[in-house]
């Protein structure tokens, strides 16, 4: 079958056009399955009653972080380490995390609400907030009330 010349030029310039743009793809696009943006308010109420608020405070992003792998934040102002996983099941995300005190936290670091070591949350909304306390562990059905260290925010976002 014949077709016409401009027809066939056209059609290669399309497939040039996929290819180019393919390879064109930004870096970040490839760089890892999700990215979070992450910002920590380390400001207690004992930071506040003495007039020090915001000596705590970190932000930052990790991009290059992959389904079914720990993804780490390091907070070096609170001396805080925040390990991570989400799990994809479709177009659903559940996230795990961890969070890990340093040489100058006590034994007691630390803590999620309750006195969890770890809290485990359906991916509802981009935005988690997360209560981290240090002080100890819940035993069996034990009530503990610990100490708030800060309220850490993980935003999750340029799912692949």
């Known amino acids: 079958m014949f ?6 030029l056209l059609n290669r310039a399309l497939a040039v ?8 793809l930004p870096s970040y696009a490839i760089a890892g399955d999700y990215t979070v943006s992450y910002a920590f308010d380390g400001t207690t109420r ?23 792998q720990r993804c780490t ?26 969070a890990d005190g340093g040489r100058s936290r006590s034994d007691g670091c630390c803590y999620f ?13 981009p935005l988690l907030r997360l209560w981290i306390y240090e002080g100890q562990a819940r035993k069996r059905n034990e009530y ?9 925010y993980l935003q999750f976002s340029d799912f692949n």
């Open 73 to 98: 934040i390091e907070l070096t102002k609170s001396d805080l380490t925040i390990s991570f996983h989400v799990e994809r099941s479709g177009w659903s995300h559940k996230v795990t995390v961890f």
């Open 144 to 152: 503990v009330e610990n100490l708030p260290l800060g309220l850490l």
């Open 113 to 125: 609400f309750g006195g969890d070591r770890l809290v485990s949350k359906e991916l509802a909304e």
């Open 46 to 68: 004992a930071d506040v009653a003495r007039g020090a608020t915001g000596a705590s405070n970190e932000v930052g992003i990790a991009k290059e972080c992959r389904y079914g």
């Open 3 to 8: 077709r016409p010349s401009w027809i066939w």
């Open 17 to 24: 056009a996929v290819i180019v743009t393919a390879l064109e």
